[in-house]
């Protein structure tokens, strides 16, 4: 995570809820424990907090704007709802991400999407998001793993805005035509085509 906060006292070990975090994730024990000093040592209070969860994202995208994704992604980390990421809901995300199955990765960037958590993503869910993700990588340019556009190239004419991008994909995955993508629709349309697959496998074996 690259120092990204100040040091202060660090928090206590992890050690007593090892073997807990290891059945929630696709680590091995000595992995969860380099993550945890790596946490620890860019988050001394052991929470990582709004400010902090967007610093990191504006190391990697320096050039736009991640205000709005990084709270968007921020809201899927923080499973309890109480504002603030621990070790416990971070290293379960990474691990989603990472090596998750095509199953629980598809449910995590549907959460993503699923803005208001009432379990179906509207236009207005995704037009929100695909909005924060334009502006945070900048125009013309594709973040495979969370716009489903593809690998990094210019972007076409049909999904080269925000709302035209959004139409498309309902065009895809809403059969129903009633406005709201559930989950079901979200993986059977994920799983019909195949640079989304790739997209949303895109950190395999990278941590």
């Known amino acids: 995570m690259g120092g990204v906060m100040g040091k202060e006292k660090s928090p206590p070990p992890i050690d007593d809820k090892l073997e807990e975090i290891r059945k929630l994730t696709y680590f091995t024990e000595e992995e969860i424990k380099e993550w945890q000093a790596s946490f620890c040592s860019d988050c ?15 190391q990697f ?15 899927v980390f923080d499973k309890n709802r109480d504002g603030e990421i621990d070790f416990e809901e971070f290293i379960t995300a990474i691990s989603v991400i990472s090596r998750g199955n095509l199953d629980e990765k598809l449910e995590w960037t549907f959460k993503l999407y699923d803005l208001d958590g009432d379990g179906y993503i509207s236009r207005e869910d995704m037009l929100a998001v695909v909005e924060a993700i334009y502006s945070m990588v900048g125009d013309g340019v594709q973040l495979a793993i969370y716009s489903m556009v593809g690998d990094g190239v210019q972007l076409p004419e049909d999904e080269n805005t925000p709302g035209k991008r959004v139409d498309k994909v309902f065009a ?36």
């Not at 736009?64 to 809201?75: M, Q, Y």
Request: with cysteine; hydrophobic share 35%.
């Open 44 to 58: 001394p209070t052991g929470k990582l907090n709004k400010k902090e969860f967007r610093s990191i994202y504006e």
């Open 61 to 75: 995208f320096p050039v736009g704007d991640c205000t709005k994704f990084a709270s968007f992604v921020f809201k």
């Open 172 to 207: 895809l995955m809403d059969i129903n035509r009633d406005n709201l993508i559930s989950m079901e629709e979200f993986q059977n349309g994920c799983r019909s085509n195949p640079t989304i697959i790739q997209a949303v496998n895109i950190y395999d074996n990278l941590i």
